[in-house]
């Protein structure tokens, strides 16, 4: 009952801090609270879904590693780019990262919009590793700027952050343990490191910053706030897609049972 309690409290606390930062921030899209909203209310309630539990994979061996630091977890990973069932999944990943394109949503922060693409460039560096996943990632920005132009020219940049991107999914969830303080730390490389500086750096340039004040300012108002607000919600949705999605992919062995019954939060 006290658990239940505090989570309670947690949630109540959580929303109302985060309808306060928004409301500061004169965010009009009313959508967003009850966004975030839901997503505290879905990571205080976490626990009580998925319980932590001591890990009994064994690692080290062509299905699951400790870490990326072994010449046969990297064999491996580019072994996944000579199966032609790989290719056609891939293919049909960047398929709905595009298709995902075409609903994006206003974030409240200036051009910034948002996008559900990162799940399944998510998911793609999870089963095919991460040359596979820096791959599609590459490709999924050159084909977007191909077929949704926009009103600035082409800049290699944001092709770099979409790979860099995929490669810290591919690192993160290839061949090992999934949990979600993994799925939360990549989010924020990705969304602190790449996309809220670096891309703060790539507007700056094909936007023709001309002072540092312009990088500064769209770094401090747009883009970090953005970034650090959708960070909690992107997680969750991530977290809890993966671990539904895992008995599916154990069952077209694209991921070992391993790895599906150690799923937990840390």
Known sequence: MVKFGYTIFSFVLGYFLTFTILALLKVNYYYLYSLIGASVLALCFIPF??????????????????????????????????????????????????????ITLPSGFADLGISFGYIFLGIGSLLYGPIAGMLMGFLVDNLEFILFPSAYPYFIGYSISSLLSCLIYGLMFYKTKLSFFKVFVSRIFINIFINAILGTIWMGIVANYTSYDMYLTRFIFIALPKNLIYLIPQSIIFFLILKSLSRVFVSLNLMSLEVKENISLF
């Open 49 to 102: 879904i998925i319980k932590s539990k001591k890990s009994n994979i064994n690692y080290d061996n062509s299905n699951v590693y400790k870490s990326f630091f072994h010449l046969s977890y990297w064999k491996q990973a580019l072994k996944e780019l000579k199966k032609i069932k790989n290719l056609v999944m891939m293919s049909a990943l960047i398929g709905l990262v595009l298709l995902t394109k075409l």
